[in-house]
């Protein structure tokens, strides 16, 4: 099986797995008990956070656990939420459905909303953001990499056209497809809030982060026990949070390493479907992520592909796994033509895949589009 599907998930790290099962075997104490091996799991939770933080150039009270991106993105978008009657919402409309979803309440809520269009090539447009600033402007929230294509947005860009603006509208950023792979740093681009997903990295799944520049301002979604400073209650997942971390430090220390290897691979199989297949679009922005290829075939429909790859040993995505099984795909509709976005399939790739596995699956897509379409007769 070649599994070229990580933007909707990764292989755990057998270092991160181990370590898991030794803090749930030996210390699986609450850290908020008061004997000393709840100290102990306390102090490396505490580890585990200097170790995001540093990687984000951030202190560790910077940084709260969570069980996930969807938590950190609602947490985000809900705890800043203001009584004020005319605040404005400005979201962009390529965003997971854990953000669009949020966007989407607040706007049954009543509240003002307004979602800044995509670019052809997947990117949010700074000269619509600047048109759409107003003095109402509260909260902004735009993702940092595609989920569906890679697009980079030039966050600290935005950020400093918002802050220029008004210092005090709050900035957040889905950073899931890009933390562990393009490097991140909060202080040089500004954000306010930036959310993290540990098994998109190789970690383990429903744990997540958020980076949060003003604790105090930010109201917690969860209260209880008043774990995390009273920002996150509940039992903190210890397993989960240390293995993040430790997921987090293999992935950062290769950052470079795995970049240059991961756009050989999506240079190498993008180059071959250009060659060797007509109607395909590769769906992609200047500065584009190495680790997504997005590609649309004209009048194909990407389902079909997938479960054909699949019988084949391959496994690739169509998109956004939360959203994969709606027919509609609002990212890639706003993008490229009709005839094209049902065609459209999501090759993902990670530091465990090899050039072997890369050539084989490449030859394989080819004849298999090459082979639908004689089928359905198209060119
Ligand atoms: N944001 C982006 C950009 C994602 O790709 C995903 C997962 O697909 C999420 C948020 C949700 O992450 P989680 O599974 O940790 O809730």
Known sequence: MIFLDNASTTKIFDEVNDTIFNINAN?????????????????????????????????????????????????????????????????????????????????????????????????????????????????????????????????????????????????????VQAFGKIALNVKQSGVDLLTISGHKFHGPKGVGALYVKNPNKLKPLLLGGGQQNGFRSGTENTSGYIGMALAGEIAN????????????????????????????????????????????????????????????????????ACSSKKAENRVLSQMIDKSYVLGSIRISFSSFNTMEEIKTATKILIETVQELKKKIGVM
């Not at 919402?89 to 509240?111: Q, R, T, W």
């Not at 592909?305 to 040993?313: I, R, V």
Request: hydrophobic residues 40%; charged residues 20%.
């Open 27 to 175: 210390d699986y104490f609450n850290p908020s008990a008061l004997y000393e091996p709840s100290m102990k799991v306390l102090q490396k939770v505490k580890e585990a956070k200097k170790t995001i933080a540093k990687i984000l150039n951030c202190n560790e009270d910077n940084i709260i656990f969570t069980s996930g991106a969807t938590e950190s993105n609602n947490t985000a978008i809900i705890g800043s939420l203001t009584s004020k009657k005319d605040a404005e919402y400005i979201f962009s409309s390529g965003e997971h459905p854990s953000v669009y979803a949020v966007a989407n309440s607040l706007k049954s809520m009543g509240k003002i909303v307004k979602f800044l269009t995509l670019n052809s090539n997947g990117t949010v447009d700074s000269e619509e953001l600047k048109k759409m600033l107003s003095p109402n402007t509260h909260f902004i929230s735009i993702m940092t990499v595609s989920n569906e294509t890679g697009a980079i947005n030039d966050i600290e860009n935005l950020v400093k056209i918002v802050k220029d603006y008004n210092s005090n509208i709050i900035f957040h950023t889905d950073a």
């Open 253 to 320: 220390n290769n950052l470079q390493t795995n970049f240059k290897k991961i756009f050989e691979f999506r240079k190498y199989v993008a180059d071959e479907v250009l060659k060797n297949v007509g109607n395909v679009i590769i769906n992609e922005a200047k500065k584009n992520s190495p680790y997504i290829l997005s590609l649309s075939f004209k009048n194909l429909r990407g389902e079909v592909l997938l479960h054909l790859l699949e019988q084949k040993g391959i496994l690739i995505g169509i998109g956004s």
